[in-house]
Every structure is written in structure tokens, then in C-alpha cells.
């Protein structure tokens, strides 16, 4: 017989009591709208560079030089969240952000060099990481429950794949139909807004602890973590292919930019899904062996997109491909935060997305060059590669993250 707590125990219920602490659910919101933001800088940056310089080269190199740095100073930036709190280091950071972002503005709207570009990409040096921030806040609230922990790693990747179908829409809308700079000027409002909104929940801020002053080793050097973020960095990769080869598919196959649009949100639309179902389940077994289940799934996922035919098909296979996302993601955090000190949890989680976007990079450029050199099936292949060498990391992973 199942006790009274167990029949209780509905679909919903691990959500409940995941927002059950005081403040959890308003530093949630508080995010939210930096994480759209982030979502649109690149797509804001490409866009209005294209249109105003009339250069998708510019646009594409300016963009790539964001990201690089980005990926170098993102992981400094959360150890030194680790260190002086995330109060003390997110608001100074995002105002060295609205700056550049400022700069770059003014840099496009009055025809500055291209070389004034370049330097104004040093501004993103002050993009905080607002997802690992608030993973670190439940961890904080939630403490030694691995239910709960599991349910907020699920939470946020649900949340990332919201904001990543609706900010490159929203971007792509303000800088075609208001004028090309509207993107990146809403996404640095949001951001600056955003994170001063966040900042300001002080009651579920973590406590800084004791030892981030070299007493502790770094992510890198915890047993186990390279091959995760092995697993991130190669993950990336299948992103970044799997969406140029969708846009390149789309058009192959008839439609325009806005059914690109959907199709890629109908993945994320499964990735979200996936998401919140797996949030509400117990899952049982060794994480690391769910993290290379995972990683099998999304590859094999991959093949049959070679092979689509049509609009429909393509949306279906992809939605069906998104739903192997989520759970492998969440699976990939939890992971980091079992091997990662708790003193350096920002930096730990902050260095897997440097990993992840350095993956996204790299993997755009490979699939970009498939599909001029061998048409547009063929870039999928790519996406399959990138599934096949994280299937690799997370399988040479397997002896150290099994003892987790």
C-alpha cells in the first residue's frame, strides 16, 4: 500500500516544492529577463551589422570575436562570484557590458571603421553567466536534496530552451521591422535591467564560503570534470551544425526565414518538454551512464535528418531530437556540481558553458562549411560527428563519474 504522501504526490508536485522557499520563485523572474537577453545578442549582432554594413563577413567576424571573448572571461567572471558574492561582481560586470554595447551602437549608427567594432566586442567581457547564477541559488535554497536539485536543473534547462525559441525571434523582429539597431539596444536594456532586478534579491544570494582562495582546486583539476565538459564542448558542436543545416534544410526544401523560425523552435519546443517531464521523475541509476545514454540518444537522433524529405518530416524529426536535449543537459549539471567544491560551484558551471559555446562555435563553422562543399544533407553529418566524439567523452568519463 502507498502511503497518503505518495498518492498525493501528483505530476506537479516536485515544482511545488521546488518554489516552496521563500524567494524562490521572484529571483526566478528576476532573471528572466536577462536570459532572453543573452539569447539575442548574437543573432542582434549579426542582423544589424548585415544591414547597415551590408557585409555578412563583418557581421560574422565581429560576431566571432564576441564570443571568443565571452568564452575567455566567462569562467573568470564566476570565480570571482565564487569569491566576493554575486551581488559584488554581476552588477559592476554588466555595466562594463551596457558600456561597450553603448559603444557599439553609437559605433554603428554614425559609420564608424570596422576596426571601432572589434574593439567595442570588449564589453561582452562583462556578460554574467545568469544561468549558472541562479543554479547556484538552488543550490543553495535546496542544500543536500538531490530531488530537488535534480528538479531545478531540469527547471532551468526548460527555461533555457524558452528563451532561446523567443530571442532570436524577438531580435530578428526589432531589427528588420524598427530599425537595425533596435535588437542589440533592447537586449542591452534587458540584460542591464535584468541584472540589477536580480542583484537586488539579496534573501536568496548565496553565502560566500570559506576556502575560494586558492585552498580548493579548480574545476579543471576535479577528477572526472574534463570529460563533462568534454561532453559540453562536442554537445555545442551538434547545436551550432544541427542549426545552420536546419536553416540550409528549410531553404532546400521551400520555406523562407520564418519557417527556419519554427522549425528550430519546434526542437526546443521538444527539448522543453522533455524537460519538464524528466524534471518531475526520480531517475534512478548512475548519472554517468544516463549522461552517455543521453548523449547515444541525441546522436542517434541525428541520422534520420540526413535523410528528410520535407518541411513536415523535418519539424517532426527535429521535435522528436529535441526531446533527447534536456535530459542529457541536466543530466551533464548535476554531474558538475557533484564534482565541483562547493566553493567554486560558479566557476565549475560557468567554464561547462564556455565549453558549450566555444562547441556552438565551432560547430556552425563546420556545418556552414559542409553545406557550401556538399549540400545540405550532408551537414548533418556533422551534427552526427560532434554526437559520436561527446559519446566518446562521456564513455572515457565513465570510471571516475560512476563513483558519483
Request: proline share 6%; glycine share 12%; with cysteine.
Amino acid at each position: 500500500m502507498r502511503s497518503t504522501a505518495e498518492r498525493r504526490r501528483g505530476p506537479f508536485s516536485p515544482y511545488r516544492r521546488l518554489f516552496a522557499p521563500s524567494g524562490a520563485l521572484a529571483f526566478s523572474l528576476a532573471a528572466f529577463p536577462g536570459r532572453l537577453a543573452t539569447s539575442m545578442l548574437g543573432v542582434s549582432t549579426v542582423v544589424m551589422l548585415a544591414l547597415v554594413r551590408d557585409s555578412y563577413a563583418l557581421a560574422g567576424a565581429v560576431s566571432a570575436v564576441n564570443i571568443t571573448v565571452t568564452a575567455v572571461t566567462g569562467p573568470l567572471l564566476g570565480r570571482l562570484v565564487d569569491r566576493l558574492g554575486q551581488t559584488r561582481v554581476a552588477v559592476p560586470a554588466t555595466l562594463v557590458f551596457a558600456l561597450g554595447t553603448a559603444a557599439m551602437l553609437l559605433c554603428v549608427r554614425y559609420g564608424a571603421p570596422d576596426w571601432a567594432l572589434f574593439l567595442c566586442c570588449a564589453g561582452n567581457a562583462g556578460i554574467p553567466s545568469v544561468g549558472s547564477m541562479t543554479r547556484a541559488r538552488w543550490a543553495a535554497l535546496h542544500g543536500d536534496d538531490a530531488e530537488a536539485r535534480h528538479t531545478a536543473n531540469s527547471f532551468e534547462q526548460v527555461v533555457d530552451e524558452v528563451c532561446f525559441m523567443l530571442g532570436p525571434v524577438l531580435a530578428m523582429v526589432l531589427c528588420t521591422a524598427v530599425f537595425p539597431e533596435a535588437g542589440l539596444l533592447a537586449a542591452a536594456v534587458l540584460l542591464t535591467g535584468g541584472m540589477l532586478l536580480f542583484a537586488s534579491r539579496r534573501d536568496t544570494e548565496p553565502p560566500v564560503r570559506a576556502g575560494t582562495s586558492g585552498t580548493s582546486r579548480g574545476p579543471l583539476r576535479a577528477p572526472g570534470f574534463p570529460a563533462v565538459l568534454g561532453v559540453f564542448a562536442a554537445t555545442g558542436a551538434l547545436f551550432g551544425s544541427m542549426e545552420v543545416a536546419t536553416v540550409a534544410a528549410v531553404q532546400t526544401l521551400g520555406g523562407g526565414s520564418a519557417a527556419a523560425a519554427l522549425v528550430l523552435a519546434l526542437q526546443a519546443a521538444g527539448s522543453g518538454v522533455a524537460g519538464l517531464a524528466f524534471g518531475a521523475l526520480r531517475p534512478a541509476g548512475s548519472p554517468a551512464v544516463r549522461l552517455a545514454t543521453g548523449v547515444a540518444a541525441m546522436t542517434v537522433c541525428v541520422l534520420p535528418l540526413t535523410a528528410a524529405g520535407s518541411l513536415p518530416l523535418l519539424a517532426a524529426l527535429l521535435f522528436v531530437a529535441g526531446m533527447a536535449t534536456a535530459p542529457t543537459m541536466v543530466t551533464g549539471m548535476s554531474l558538475i556540481q557533484r564534482l565541483v567544491p562547493g566553493n567554486r560551484l560558479n566557476e565549475g558551471m560557468t567554464t561547462a558553458y564556455t565549453g558549450l559555446l566555444t562547441g556552438i562555435a565551432a560547430g556552425a563553422a563546420a556545418g556552414g562549411q559542409l553545406v557550401e562543399r556538399l549540400g545540405t544533407p550532408a551537414a548533418y553529418w556533422a551534427s552526427a560527428a560532434a554526437g559520436a566524439l561527446a559519446l566518446l567523452a562521456a564513455l572515457a568519463g565513465l570510471p571516475r563519474l560512476r563513483r558519483l
